[in-house]
């Protein structure tokens, strides 16, 4: 099994209002892909409280395999979710690891 983590973090230009409308439409459309991509395990969208804290959403999954989390990457409903963000995103950082 893979675990999939991302973290974002937004455009710092953009307003608290903006973001949390970008971070609450993005966290949905993730949240309905497992719906769509059967051999996601499981998946999450955390959205940070912490104001004090650079980075704004985090993102955690499951997959059995590196090839899934591939897959998963291209598919087609993947990238229109992260559209969402595309235009207001700064920085990601990304982690895969075995467990």
């Not at 937004?10 to 892909?33: C, G, H, P, W, Y």
């Not at 804290?53 to 598919?75: C, P, R």
Request: glycine share 2%.
């Amino acid at each position: 099994m893979v675990k999939h983590i991302v973290i974002f973090k937004l455009r710092d230009e953009i307003t608290q209002e903006e973001k949390l409308d970008i971070m609450n439409r993005f966290k949905v459309a993730i949240e309905s892909l497992p719906a769509k991509i059967p051999f996601i395990r499981k998946i999450e969208v955390g959205l940070n409280i912490n104001p004090a804290e650079t980075w704004n959403i985090a993102l955690y999954s499951e997959f059995d395999s590196l090839e899934d989390v591939k897959a998963y990457a291209t598919h087609p409903e993947h990238v229109a979710a992260g559209k969402i963000i595309a235009d207001a995103k700064e920085n990601r950082a990304c982690v895969d690891y075995e467990f």
